[in-house]
Structure formats: C-alpha cells, structure tokens
C-alpha cells in the first residue's frame, strides 16, 4: 500500500533526480564526463510504507516491587543480572524510565513564511500524547452476574489511576462490548454498562439437563478415559431418567457417554470463541504505536485440549511485546459444593452427590491455571485470591512510578526463529517481585536484507523507544491552507560523519530508507510514509555533505488536531538505525 507522501531532499551541494533543487550551493565547475561521474549523485525514491524487535539490542523493561505491592526505587545497572537460555548476558544498556520521563518536542503554532514552528511559543494547551496503551479483556462468556458487576464497579473506581498519556480499550470475549482506545472516561464508562454475562452454554443446555454434566467431567470422560466420571454420569442418567431402575443401566451409558461428548463439544466451541477474541484484542493492541499491555478479568476457564491455543496466545504476546496482567474477578472465593440453585440436576443426590461435588470443586480450582499461564508466560502479575479487586485493577492498569529498561547484545545467535527464555533477578538478595517479559523469539535467516531492513523500520515505528545509532534530528512545522485542512511537515537533519559508505566505481554508496508515521492522540494511525534516498557521491560532495548533512522533508494533509509523530532512519550499509519522536498540536 502506497502511502499519499510528499517528500523533499534539500541538500548543501548537487541536484536529484526527483527535481529537488540543492539550497545555497555552488554549482560544480563542468568536467569531462567520465564513467565514474555519469549519474545523479543523489535520486530518492518512493516505497510503500510497510510498517515488524531489532534482536541485536533485545530490550527489557523491569517493574520491581516490594512485598506490599510499592515500586522499589533506586536501583542501578549492577543490581540486575540478566540470563538468556540460562546463559548470564552482559547488560550492555540500561535506563530508568517514568511515565513524566518521555517528553517530546511539540509544535503548535503555524508555520508561516518559512518560519519553523517547532520552538515557538505554545499558543494552547499541549495534550499529553499517548504512551502507554491499556486493553481491559472482560470474559464476558465465563463471568456469572455477580462476578460482572463486580468488574464493573472496581473499574469505574480506577480512572484516578490512569496517566495522561495512558490509552484504554475495552473488549469482551464474546465480541459483544468494543471500546477502542480512547482517554475519554465516558466512553469507557458507558462500554462498561454492557459487560453482562454471554454464556453459550447456558443457552444452549438450559436448566436441568439429565444427566447434568458439566465441561470439567465432560473432559475427564472424553479425553482422559475417567472410567469413574463415566460411571458417575451413568448412575446420575439411572437416576433422572429411569427413575433409579438399576436395570436400565446398560440404557443409561450411552446417553450419558452422548451427553459428555455434548457437553465437550458445547465447552470446547465456548472456549474457542473466547480465544478468538483475546486474539483480536491483541492484535488490536500490537498495532499501537508505545507501551503495551493487556488486562484479562476473567473467573479463568477450563484448558481441557486447548493448552496449545493458550500457547498460541503466550507465543503472539511475546513477539509483540504484549504484558498480560490477569485477574481472577472471583477474588477470594470459597468453593461452591452445591453448584447453582437455579440449575439443579434431576436426581443423584445420594449416589453420586459426592462425586458431583468433587468434580465442581476441582473444576473452580483447574479453572484458574490458564490465568497463571498468561501472567507467567508474559511477564504480568497474576492477581488472586484477593478481594480487593480495585487494588489489583490498580496495578495492573496505572503506570508504575519507575521502570527500568535492561538491554543486551545476544552472542552467537542462531537465526532460526527459535524461542528464548530470559530471566531477570535481582544480585541482592532481597525479597522482591520482579516482573519481566519471559523470553524472546530470534529472527529467521532472512534470504533477502531489504525484508530484514523492512521488518526493522516496522518494529521500530510501533515503539516510542528512541534509537540512537544514527545522529538524526526532527522538526515539525505545519501551515493550515483552510480552515478544515493542514499541511503538517515532517524535517529530518541527517548527519553523515558518521555512516559508513561504500565506494564502488569511483562513488560513495549508501541507500538511507526514512520512514515517517504519524499518529493521532488516541494512537491511531493517520498517515505515513518511506523515502529511500540512493547516494552515489563524488569525494568532493560527500566531503561537503558531511559538514552540512542533508535535510528531508515529508509532508502529509492532516485536519486539525493532535497527532505523535515518529521517525524512523535506516542506512543500508553499516544496518544502523536512528528513530525519533515528535508532537504537533493542529488548532482548529
């Protein structure tokens, strides 16, 4: 997909291909051509936007806490040791983030006459632009009533929690409640009024079913062989449809072997759509452009066959740098042995009452192990057996105070796609929490460099981290042609001192790919674009040029409003990359 982009490449000496005129140069006195002097020394080309981590650099972010829940401050670099695969790694980068710490230029004033914007005094209030973007999951399918207006009631409580730069989303795994990412705590008010129970499978078995069998049992009997559960199911079908005549028994198996299959089947169906849905809640997060977590309220679920569609999960949240935080909306729950009131088998009470009881108990226990996968396997805090769910929204939705971002250079690395654990602790021995992302996935052998460099710029649009391989400035400047429109412009000042070129037939070769993405202050994407400038310099110009550098410009018809912009820079030879972040305020 070609993005509407227009670019301009001023440079300090010779002209481009593309028309660009070069600004304050001295034209080159004529000589004779020869084959090292035929050509433009300097063509851009249009590519199509393709906006996928740079795993040379794999990053960390590290949120520690103490045993009462409180961010511990005041940690450094030699606090942490950091193992990749089991192998302890250098930590060769480190910072300590907060949520105040990642300020950006912002631009809001018109440009006029030539006049950059960017340092002019503001004229309105400046937005704060989007750096943390929240998903709250509701199991809407597994949730009882109770537990609904429970989840409600402690969510509406936790906007005060919430940074000015955060972004949530509301999503229900039955699809039914969508509330895309937005700061507007009305509209997240009013999505909640619609998170309310949508079970399938109450709706397809009804009340009262003979016999009753629930998807923990149908699992022992169908996938496991449980020979008991079986003969659980038979005697309950004795009792409920042949009045307790033991001579039906040989009767009863199969309709009770037909209802296990049924009840799987039901349970199975349930659980899939509600995977299906975490999945485009994900996806939907993946594409904002900063940090990213997701929160999943839920009573938890039966894996029963499905434990590689929660590894799927874990999987596709690790390469997206996805948190989970789970949280367990029945808090601190004591077991129910009778099962619903409202929902009571037709008979069994004393022969396999025991039974029943087990298996609805065990079930609420086994129920919660898929919300302990998704916290452990990503790095989130499993939040349960707690019944101050506000407290445990609270920490998994609010920016914590301090977060420290550990990098290292993996060695050796096999590109293979293969996963990688990680494991961050502490070199004190003080008993803290740490919470980390658990591993890592390596990059496959990539046959072609120019789907290598493309991976790169996508995974580093979708950041706010800022990359400093190359030295690259941005500037933003825009004019509004009418009321309605603006034309926001996007500068970037490329240092060449310190890219490594090629030299080939008597040129200085090197290809630098600008990708420049602009985003709106709820973190939706606008409008972007990629400009490839091809350099084959003479020594004369490139010993210009790398006193000027070269200036791009990018320019994109935008309406009034508030956007983040991001750039990112990539150079074909030395495979360095620079990326940069930007705000422009549009008034109307």
Request: charged letters at 20%; glycine letters at 6%; aromatic letters at 6%.
């Amino acid at each position: 997909m070609a993005w509407p982009l227009m670019f301009e490449c001023a440079l300090a000496a010779q002209s481009s291909s593309d028309g660009n005129s070069a600004q304050g140069a001295t034209p080159p006195s004529p000589a004779p051509a020869s084959q090292e002097q035929k050509g433009p020394e300097v063509a851009t080309r249009d590519t199509p936007a393709m906006f996928k981590v740079r795993v040379n650099l794999v990053l960390v972010r590290v949120v520690v806490r103490d045993l009462q829940g409180n961010v511990v401050e005041n940690l450094h670099r030699e606090d942490f040791a950091l193992a990749d695969n089991r192998k302890p790694q250098v930590i060769s980068f480190f910072s300590v983030e907060t949520p105040a710490a990642k300020a950006m230029p912002v631009t809001t004033r018109e440009s006029g006459n030539g006049t950059d914007a960017t340092d002019a005094p503001p004229s309105a209030p400046v937005p704060a632009m989007p750096q943390r973007f929240v998903t709250i999951l509701y199991d809407d399918i597994h949730m009882s009533m109770e537990d609904s207006v429970t989840a409600r009631d402690a969510t509406t409580r936790l906007f005060g929690a919430l940074a000015p730069t955060d972004r949530v989303a509301i999503f229900t795994t039955s699809g039914h409640t969508t509330q895309d990412f937005t700061s507007d705590q009305e509209a997240i008010k009013r999505a909640l009024n619609g998170i309310l129970p949508k079970s399938f499978t109450a709706r397809i078995s009804g009340s009262g079913d003979c016999p009753d069998i629930t998807y923990y049992q149908a699992d022992l009997i169908q996938n496991k062989n449980d020979q008991q559960a079986l003969d659980a199911a038979t005697l309950e079908t004795v009792d409920c449809a042949f009045q307790g005549d033991m001579s039906k028994i040989q009767l009863a198996r199969p309709i009770a072997a037909a209802a296990s299959q049924r009840a799987l089947s039901e349970g199975d169906a349930e659980s899939e759509f509600a995977y299906r849905h975490i999945e485009d809640a994900m996806r939907r997060l993946t594409a904002m452009p900063g940090q990213r977590v997701m929160v999943f309220v839920s009573p938890g679920f039966i894996l029963a066959q499905l434990f590689t569609e929660a590894s799927g999960i874990i999987d596709r949240a690790t390469r997206a740098n996805i948190v989970i935080d789970t949280i367990d909306v029945r808090g601190l729950y004591t077991p129910d042995v009778m099962g619903d009131i409202a929902n009571q088998p037709g008979g069994s009470v004393g022969r396999v009452a025991g039974l029943k009881a087990l298996y609805r108990t065990t079930a609420q226990s086994a129920q919660s192990e898929v919300l302990d996968e998704f916290a452990a396997g990503t790095g989130g805090t499993y939040f349960h057996n707690r019944n101050d769910l506000d407290n445990g929204l609270r920490q998994a939705v609010a920016a914590p105070a301090i977060s420290y971002v550990l990098g290292f250079s993996p060695q050796n690395l096999k590109l293979n796609g293969g996963y990688h654990t990680l494991k961050v602790t502490l070199t004190g021995k003080q008993k803290y929490n740490v919470q980390a992302r658990r591993g890592y996935f390596a990059p496959r052998k990539a046959q072609d460099p120019a789907e290598t460099a493309k991976q790169e710029i996508q995974e580093a649009i979708f950041s706010q981290d800022e990359i400093g391989d190359l030295p690259v400035d941005i500037q933003t400047q825009f004019f509004k042609p009418e009321p309605s429109q603006a034309k926001l412009s996007v500068l970037a000042h490329l240092d060449l001192k310190s890219i490594r070129f090629r030299k080939a037939e008597g040129r200085n070769r090197n290809d630098i790919t600008l990708a420049t993405a602009i985003f709106d202050e709820n973190g939706n994407f606008v409008a972007g674009g990629e400009k490839i400038v091809e350099m084959r310099l003479l020594d004369g110009t490139m010993e210009r040029l790398e006193k000027s550098g070269i200036n791009v410009k990018s320019s994109f018809d935008v309406k009034p409003g508030s956007y983040l912009v991001r750039l990112v820079v990539r150079d074909a030879e030395g495979e360095q990359m620079a990326a940069k972040n930007g705000a422009v305020v549009i008034p109307n």
